[in-house]
């Protein structure tokens, strides 16, 4: 199983500030073909998971530009480049490279 | 993207079978760009990967559990269900269907959209 670890666990920040958040994981997200199977949510209180960014550094449908993704391999990081208060939750990182698939523990950001 | 909306009780007493349904709007559950599955939340922690299935029936879960799930499609009614057995106080949580988008010959896995989740405890 491949274990995927997010520091920091909590992530205090000041609007307008940028915020940082690396994912590791256990094993190489990439496969036979180059592309690495990571993925970012964040999960605003009380709702469901929001998808952010996949395979590493694409932003999906609707999410702000100041979400961005990047790594590769093991090490993996979101940037958020200026927090607005919405942005407020728990972000995870997970792999879709296999199964079982795995999340990492979660990132609360709270808005200081 | 599909929408995903869960239905089953919210309370399942010790040692029953805990069982939820999914019903999939937006796109059919018989497609080759899907993966249909459950993930769950325990109150206060993390995301927890219980399972998925093809539309085939082709099922794949998560080991620790899957002597006690069983998922299955229903494509005449646009839906896919969880089966858990045996379950106790450890079971409860928020249990979420998820549409597992998918590409390639192997189908892989690129991200899942969420439904919105329902709430079960497990109580006698």
């Known amino acids: 199983e491949i274990v995927m670890t997010q520091s920091p666990l909590s992530l205090p920040v000041t609007p307008g500030e940028p915020a940082s958040i690396s994912c590791r994981s256990t094993q190489s997200l990439v496969d036979s073909n180059g592309h690495s199977y990571l993925a970012w949510y964040l999960q605003k209180p009380g709702q469901s998971p929001q998808l952010l960014i996949y395979?590493?550094?694409i932003r999906a449908s609707g999410v702000p530009d100041r979400f961005s993704g990047s790594g590769s391999g093991t090490d993996f990081t979101l940037k958020i480049s200026r927090v607005e208060a919405e942005d407020v939750g728990t972000y995870y990182c997970?792999?879709?490279?296999?199964?079982?698939?795995?999340f990492g523990q979660g990132t609360r950001l709270e808005i200081k | 993207q599909v929408h995903l909306q869960e239905s089953g009780p919210g309370l399942v007493k010790p040692s029953e079978t805990l069982s939820l349904t999914c019903t999939v709007s937006g796109g059919s559950v018989a497609t080759n760009s899907y993966y249909w599955g459950w993930i769950r939340q325990p109150p206060g922690k993390g995301l927890e990967w219980i399972g998925y299935l093809y539309y085939t029936g082709t099922t794949n879960y998560k080991p620790s559990l899957r002597s006690r799930v069983t998922m299955s499609v229903d494509t005449s009614r646009n839906q896919f269900s969880l089966r858990l057995t045996s379950v106790t106080a450890a079971d409860a949580a928020v249990y979420y269907c998820a549409g597992g988008y998918c590409r390639g010959p192997g189908c892989q896995l690129y991200y899942f959209d969420w439904g919105q989740g329902i709430r079960v405890a497990v109580s006698s």
């Open positions: 395979l590493v550094s």
């Open positions: 997970m792999q879709a490279l296999e199964t079982p698939i795995t």
